[in-house]
């Protein structure tokens, strides 16, 4: 039997809905400016092709339903933003998979946070550095339980939220994304081969802003619940 140097980390496990087993994360893509709204509060405009970006898979904070997730206020940041995004979990994988037949390799939909140190990200984007310190940082990705496909028909066309400490910053329709979740697919699997496991943040409208210590953020998208994250 193989040994290891030391314990190797455990296998990050989603719960599902409905479901003892959990489904296990491998990869966390993210596509940036995906919808028109928030693309021209980040200063740009049109239809660009989608482009990704990567969290590390122990970025991820599990929120099983009905608890509140605790983010660790980062390091380094003086303007932690929130996201809102739908995430699409990958049950089937493929590489060069066609728009056409990307939804049936989709296992189910989950709410996340893409948590966002703007200050760093805007100066790394300003500089032509990669965006990682301001999106792949340690707690980065909370993620609520997914929910199978077959349950939630209405996503492509579902609101999304987030509220914090009651207030509400982002509100929109998943029917409002740029590139729909079968066009995200389609691109990623051309430049990356797919695998079960994989998640997918799909992008976050307008809306975005800072959360300092104490605030509670409440987002979800109608079908999945409600993802509840304090910030330490
Ligand atoms: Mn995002």
């Not at 009905?66 to 660790?72: A, N, R, W, Y």
């Not at 049950?91 to 989709?106: R, T, Y």
């Not at 029917?175 to 979740?181: E, Q, T």
């Amino acid at each position: 039997m193989r040994t290891f140097t030391f314990d190797p980390p455990a296998p990050v496990g989603i719960p599902v809905v409905g479901q003892e087993a959990f489904f296990p994360a491998r990869r966390v893509y993210c596509v940036g400016r995906n919808y028109a709204e928030h693309a021209r509060e980040m200063g740009f405009t049109g239809r660009e092709p989608p482009f990704f970006f990567l969290k590390p898979v122990d970025a991820i904070v599990v929120v099983p339903n009905g608890e509140t997730g605790t983010l660790p206020y980062p390091p380094l940041t003086h303007n932690l933003h929130h996201e809102i995004e739908l995430v699409v979990a990958i049950g089937k994988g493929g590489k060069n998979i066609a728009a056409a037949d990307a939804m049936g390799h989709v296992f189910g939909y989950a709410v996340g946070l893409d948590m966002t140190r703007r200050d760093l990200q805007l100066a790394q984007r300003d500089l032509g550095r990669p965006w990682d310190i301001g999106k792949g940082f340690d707690h980065s990705a909370p993620i609520g339980p997914i929910t199978p496909g077959a349950q939630v028909p209405g996503i492509e066309t579902a609101p999304i939220w987030v509220n914090v400490n009651g207030q509400v910053r982002q509100k929109s329709s998943v029917a409002s994304l740029i590139w729909n979740l079968a066009e995200v697919i389609e691109h990623i699997s051309a430049a990356w081969e797919l695998q079960p496991g994989d998640l997918i943040m799909s992008g976050t409208p307008e809306g975005v802003g800072p959360v300092v210590a104490s605030d509670l953020m409440i987002g979800g998208v109608e079908g999945l619940g409600e993802l509840r994250v304090k910030v330490a």
